[in-house]
């Protein structure tokens, strides 16, 4: 039987130009809305704007991805649309202008990458496990960002980021033509219908404990810039402190095969969950220890990457090849889209009127009742997941 060939290298590329780009959004955007002259409230709105698309937009193009076949033909319009308006912030800087485009870049951006996600999975087939190996490289692409525009807005004003970003979002959508369509059979055999996975209890307590996840990262990313700016920390501290999270997470991915042989996801994804209450806390309390924030920030190994891997692999399971374009997107849409939305629409809301510590607390609090989500419905009636990974 012949071995099949996966496209190693394209995969990891898109990654990787993908994360640079969220890399060099993330940590600084906020302080360029604020540059350009909003408050906390308008910067809490134009945040939630900015994932809220991921509701609607990956439901849309996965729905559209699985009926066709050709996921990355809706990748690579995607990306290319998300390129050119982007532009678009260097138009004006009205509130209300910046709403809108930030809608409209979000709706194509938003839509590439789980989209990407069911692509890689489809290629790697049977292989599932390297999946980390190629995630990873977009770590690596989001900490050289992180790294070197934070050295870069040392020297260079912040008006000077959305080119960065421009080029960065040209980079994506270059490296997408370059990766080949996966053999997705549009309709598959399996017998159940996306609404009957749905129904489970387990899928449902799965989008739950995800939303909650989400959620109390927030804060984290609209306002952690914000917030260790006010602490005097200079922009280079603040991008290595982003890149230390991401460097962890890297760590994470090289050894994740091993620990999906020793321990089961329900196992992995309790502790990711208990590890989050405790980031939380130290970075509302804490963040004028840097050394303790350092440890706040190696925790982000197990509260994004542990648990996203997790993810990916439940979608995978859970909704088979005839509905995993539909099952990333939701995963997408439910997690990062709402449960990202409402962390920063109440992060925003609170963050004046209530302080920092306390919007860090309830994140804390957010991650507290995933727990208990996770530890009722999720994996105890799953015995076989772990032989199913390995």
Not at 10 to 34: D, K, M
Not at 131 to 141: D, N
Not at 159 to 186: D, F, N, R
Request: net charge positive; glycine share 8%; with cysteine.
């Amino acid at each position: 039987m012949q071995a099949i060939r996966i496209p190693y290298w394209r995969l990891s590329g898109f990654y990787l130009f993908y994360f640079a780009t969220l890399g060099s959004f993330l940590p600084f955007w906020s302080l360029f809305l604020e540059a350009t002259g909003f408050n906390p409230v308008e910067i809490g709105e134009l945040s939630a704007l900015l994932v809220g698309t991921k509701i609607i937009a990956p439901n849309l193009w996965g729905w559209i991805a699985d009926h066709t076949g050709r996921s990355m033909r809706i990748i690579r319009i995607a990306s290319l649309a998300a390129a050119c308006l982007f532009v678009g912030f260097l138009m004006d800087n009205s509130y209300l202008w910046f709403a809108w485009v930030t809608v409209a870049f979000s709706f194509f951006w938003n839509a590439a990458l789980p989209q990407f996600e069911a692509v890689t999975l489809f290629h790697l087939r049977q292989q599932s496990h390297r999946y980390s190996q190629i995630r990873l490289w977009g770590s690596v692409g989001f900490i050289v960002a992180v790294v070197g525009i934070g050295r870069l807005l040392e020297s260079y004003d912040i008006a000077s980021l959305p080119y960065v970003i421009i080029a960065l979002l040209v980079s994506i959508w270059l490296i997408s033509l370059l990766t080949p369509e996966a053999a997705i059979m549009p309709h598959g055999d399996d017998q159940v219908g996306i609404f009957g996975i749905i129904g489970r209890s387990e899928v449902l307590a799965f989008f739950c404990v995800y939303l909650l996840l989400q959620l109390a990262h927030g804060p984290y990313y609209v306002f952690f810039s914000i917030y260790l700016h006010d602490f005097q920390y200079s922009t280079s501290i603040i991008g290595f402190l982003w890149a230390l999270g991401v460097i962890a997470e890297i760590c994470l991915f090289l050894v994740m095969r091993r620990l999906l042989k020793l321990f089961s996801l329900r196992q992995i994804l309790l502790a990711s969950i208990l590890l989050s209450v405790g980031r939380w806390l130290l970075i509302a309390w804490k963040a004028d220890h840097l050394a303790l924030l350092l440890f706040a920030q190696l925790l982000h190994a197990a509260t994004f990457g542990a648990a996203h891997v997790v993810a990916i692999h439940l979608v995978h399971d859970y909704f088979g090849s005839r509905h995993q374009g539909k099952g990333q997107a939701l995963y997408s849409s439910l997690s990062f889209g709402l449960g990202g939305m409402l962390g920063s629409l109440y992060s925003g809301y609170l963050w004046e009127s209530y302080g920092p510590q306390v919007v860090y607390s309830l994140a804390a609090l957010a991650s507290s009742i995933a727990f208990i989500f996770a530890a009722i419905w999720i994996g105890r009636a799953r015995k076989q997941e772990k032989a199913a990974i390995i």
